[in-house]
């Protein structure tokens, strides 16, 4: 169902771009912003950048993987890929009852392969996507949480921002 109020048009061939851009302010005034991608799991609230989610899911069908650590899953198939499912909140405290809803796929490059490495994070729900400037950014972390390197403030809340690198040292996946 289209909304009659609003519609895109391409703009005419002679319209001024430069009026439009200058209405708008300069680029040097306003702070720089970044997307972060908030989702709880367990008894805090976790962050990752935007550019390192792939994509949100409902949980999935997930094979259980004999004798793996507590935290893995286990795996899911996504399209073909086969992806491991880790629990960062068995670490940090899961409400007892209380089973996760989503899984967020994250995916990193990595140096020297063709491929980017992707782990599933499972997440309780989603909070959703916040635009944030440095002043929103604590750059310190926990010191108990060694796969986090900082706080995000959001909502009156804080998140803990995640660092991929660190999170699959801690949490390492099986090797598929």
């Not at 609003?6 to 061939?13: D, G, S, V, W």
């Not at 994509?55 to 993987?65: F, R």
Request: hydrophobic fraction near 45%; charged fraction near 25%.
């Amino acid at each position: 169902m289209m909304n009659d109020e609003f519609q895109l048009a391409p703009l005419p061939p002679d319209a001024d771009t430069a009026e439009m851009l200058e209405a708008i302010g300069p680029l040097e005034e306003r702070p720089a912003e970044s997307q972060y991608f908030v989702f709880p799991s367990g008894r805090e609230r976790f962050c990752l950048p935007v550019l390192d989610v792939e994509e949100v899911l409902e949980w999935p069908i997930v094979t259980k993987l004999p004798l793996g650590p507590s935290y893995l899953m286990g795996i899911f198939n996504l399209r073909g890929a086969i992806v491991p499912l880790i629990d960062i909140a068995m670490t940090e405290g899961r409400r007892p009852g209380l089973l996760p809803k989503h899984v967020v796929v994250a995916s990193m490059r990595v140096e020297g392969s063709h491929e980017d490495v992707r782990i599933g994070i499972a997440s309780d729900e989603v909070v959703g996507t916040y635009s944030v400037t440095s002043d929103d950014m604590l750059h310190q972390a926990p010191e108990n949480v060694p796969h986090c390197i900082g706080m995000l403030r959001h909502d009156d809340r804080l998140a803990l921002v995640l660092d991929l690198p660190r999170l699959l040292e801690v949490f390492p996946g099986p090797t598929i």
